[in-house]
Protein backbone atom coordinates (compact mmCIF):
# COMPACT_ATOMS: atom_id res chain seq x y z
CA UNK A 1 0.00 0.00 0.00
CA UNK A 2 1.30 3.52 -0.56
CA UNK A 3 0.27 6.41 1.74
CA UNK A 4 1.63 9.58 0.84
CA UNK A 5 4.18 8.33 -1.49
CA UNK A 6 5.53 6.41 0.85
CA UNK A 7 5.50 2.42 0.86
CA UNK A 8 3.72 1.62 4.13
CA UNK A 9 4.39 -1.64 5.78
CA UNK A 10 1.70 -3.54 7.79
CA UNK A 11 2.31 -4.09 12.06
CA UNK A 12 3.21 -7.74 11.35
CA UNK A 13 6.99 -6.80 9.83
CA UNK A 14 8.09 -5.53 13.07
CA UNK A 15 8.06 -8.54 15.13
CA UNK A 16 10.75 -11.11 14.69
CA UNK A 17 8.61 -14.09 15.79
CA UNK A 18 12.27 -15.28 17.69
CA UNK A 19 11.85 -15.68 20.96
CA UNK A 20 14.79 -16.09 23.80
CA UNK A 21 13.31 -19.86 24.39
CA UNK A 22 13.59 -20.49 20.68
CA UNK A 23 17.31 -18.90 20.64
CA UNK A 24 18.07 -21.26 23.57
CA UNK A 25 17.07 -24.26 21.78
CA UNK A 26 18.79 -23.62 18.86
CA UNK A 27 21.66 -23.33 20.83
CA UNK A 28 21.23 -25.82 22.46
CA UNK A 29 20.61 -28.09 20.04
CA UNK A 30 23.76 -27.05 17.99
CA UNK A 31 26.25 -27.15 21.63
CA UNK A 32 29.63 -27.10 19.15
CA UNK A 33 28.89 -24.24 16.03
CA UNK A 34 30.37 -21.22 16.38
CA UNK A 35 27.28 -18.77 16.21
CA UNK A 36 28.22 -15.87 13.71
CA UNK A 37 25.63 -13.08 13.84
CA UNK A 38 24.59 -11.85 10.07
CA UNK A 39 22.94 -8.18 9.70
CA UNK A 40 20.81 -7.16 7.12
CA UNK A 41 22.76 -6.46 4.47
CA UNK A 42 24.75 -10.15 4.77
CA UNK A 43 27.80 -8.82 6.69
CA UNK A 44 28.62 -10.25 9.83
CA UNK A 45 29.16 -8.80 13.22
CA UNK A 46 33.28 -9.96 13.69
CA UNK A 47 33.58 -13.45 14.57
CA UNK A 48 35.42 -12.16 17.77
CA UNK A 49 32.61 -10.04 19.15
CA UNK A 50 31.66 -10.77 22.83
CA UNK A 51 27.88 -10.75 24.23
CA UNK A 52 28.73 -8.96 27.04
CA UNK A 53 24.73 -8.49 28.46
CA UNK A 54 21.64 -10.32 28.64
CA UNK A 55 19.18 -7.50 29.76
CA UNK A 56 15.13 -7.15 29.92
CA UNK A 57 14.55 -4.08 28.67
CA UNK A 58 10.66 -2.62 29.09
CA UNK A 59 9.43 0.43 27.19
CA UNK A 60 6.19 2.36 28.27
CA UNK A 61 5.21 5.04 25.37
CA UNK A 62 2.48 7.15 23.89
CA UNK A 63 1.81 7.18 20.39
CA UNK A 64 0.67 10.04 18.11
CA UNK A 65 -3.18 9.03 18.80
CA UNK A 66 -2.68 9.22 22.76
CA UNK A 67 -2.80 5.50 23.27
CA UNK A 68 -0.63 3.84 25.63
CA UNK A 69 1.52 1.12 24.74
CA UNK A 70 4.31 -1.65 26.63
CA UNK A 71 6.75 -3.27 24.56
CA UNK A 72 9.14 -6.07 26.38
CA UNK A 73 12.24 -7.88 24.67
CA UNK A 74 15.53 -9.50 25.78
CA UNK A 75 18.16 -7.19 24.56
CA UNK A 76 21.60 -8.79 23.73
CA UNK A 77 24.31 -6.41 23.58
CA UNK A 78 27.32 -7.25 21.76
CA UNK A 79 30.77 -5.91 22.02
CA UNK A 80 33.64 -6.08 19.53
CA UNK A 81 36.91 -6.11 21.42
CA UNK A 82 40.88 -6.74 20.94
CA UNK A 83 40.57 -10.11 21.58
CA UNK A 84 40.64 -11.31 18.38
CA UNK A 85 41.23 -14.96 18.93
CA UNK A 86 38.42 -15.02 20.83
CA UNK A 87 35.16 -17.52 19.18
CA UNK A 88 31.60 -18.27 21.61
CA UNK A 89 30.36 -21.43 21.07
CA UNK A 90 26.88 -21.82 21.14
CA UNK A 91 27.40 -24.10 24.35
CA UNK A 92 28.72 -20.92 26.20
CA UNK A 93 26.53 -18.76 24.09
CA UNK A 94 23.25 -20.91 25.84
CA UNK A 95 25.02 -20.21 29.41
CA UNK A 96 25.37 -16.75 29.13
CA UNK A 97 21.64 -16.66 28.30
CA UNK A 98 20.77 -19.17 31.06
CA UNK A 99 22.42 -15.96 33.51
CA UNK A 100 19.60 -13.98 32.48
CA UNK A 101 16.95 -16.18 34.05
CA UNK A 102 17.25 -14.27 37.47
CA UNK A 103 15.80 -11.33 35.89
CA UNK A 104 13.85 -12.28 32.65
CA UNK A 105 10.59 -12.79 33.39
CA UNK A 106 9.48 -14.88 30.41
CA UNK A 107 11.45 -16.93 28.03
CA UNK A 108 8.72 -15.96 25.28
CA UNK A 109 10.04 -12.47 24.87
CA UNK A 110 11.48 -11.06 21.65
CA UNK A 111 15.45 -11.12 21.33
CA UNK A 112 17.18 -8.50 19.42
CA UNK A 113 21.21 -7.83 19.39
CA UNK A 114 22.75 -4.61 20.06
CA UNK A 115 25.58 -3.80 17.59
CA UNK A 116 27.84 -0.87 17.80
CA UNK A 117 29.23 -0.31 14.48
CA UNK A 118 29.55 3.83 13.63
CA UNK A 119 25.78 4.30 15.83
CA UNK A 120 24.63 1.45 18.60
CA UNK A 121 21.83 -0.49 16.49
CA UNK A 122 19.18 -2.92 17.76
CA UNK A 123 18.34 -5.79 15.17
CA UNK A 124 15.74 -8.15 15.91
CA UNK A 125 16.36 -11.89 15.01
CA UNK A 126 14.55 -13.53 12.14
CA UNK A 127 15.85 -17.00 12.31
CA UNK A 128 18.59 -19.41 12.99
CA UNK A 129 20.21 -21.50 10.90
CA UNK A 130 23.08 -23.94 10.99
CA UNK A 131 25.85 -23.23 7.81
CA UNK A 132 28.90 -25.95 8.69
CA UNK A 133 30.59 -25.02 11.71
CA UNK A 134 28.72 -22.05 11.94
CA UNK A 135 25.13 -21.44 13.47
CA UNK A 136 23.77 -17.94 11.35
CA UNK A 137 21.54 -15.66 13.61
CA UNK A 138 19.89 -13.82 10.66
CA UNK A 139 19.19 -10.72 11.69
CA UNK A 140 16.42 -8.19 10.15
CA UNK A 141 15.68 -4.23 10.57
CA UNK A 142 14.08 -2.55 12.57
CA UNK A 143 11.31 -0.12 11.22
CA UNK A 144 9.47 2.68 12.95
CA UNK A 145 6.03 2.31 12.97
CA UNK A 146 2.58 4.80 13.40
CA UNK A 147 0.34 2.84 15.51
CA UNK A 148 -2.53 5.31 14.94
CA UNK A 149 -2.51 5.27 11.76
CA UNK A 150 -2.73 1.27 11.93
CA UNK A 151 -5.71 1.17 14.13
CA UNK A 152 -7.58 4.10 11.93
CA UNK A 153 -6.79 2.03 8.54
CA UNK A 154 -8.28 -1.04 10.77
CA UNK A 155 -10.74 0.84 11.66
CA UNK A 156 -11.97 2.13 8.61
CA UNK A 157 -10.96 -0.82 6.15
CA UNK A 158 -14.70 -1.74 6.03
CA UNK A 159 -15.31 1.22 3.91
CA UNK A 160 -13.44 4.09 4.06
CA UNK A 161 -10.37 5.11 2.84
CA UNK A 162 -7.48 6.04 4.85
CA UNK A 163 -5.32 8.78 4.53
CA UNK A 164 -2.09 9.94 5.91
CA UNK A 165 -4.29 12.46 8.49
CA UNK A 166 -5.44 9.06 9.94
CA UNK A 167 -1.95 9.44 12.04
CA UNK A 168 -1.16 12.42 14.12
Given at each position: ?????????????????????????????????????????????????????VGHVVRNFIDCGGVTGKEEKVLLQTH?????????????????????????????????????????????????????????????????????????????????????????
Amino acid sequence: MIIAGLLYMPKQVYTSGMTLRDLQNALEANPKRFPRFVLPDGDYIPAHAHVTEVGHVVRNFIDCGGVTGKEEKVLLQTHVGNDTDHRLRSDRFAKILRLGDRLIPSADLDVDVEYDCCVVAQYPIAEVTPDGEHLNLILQRRRTQCRARERREGETAAGCRATSAACC
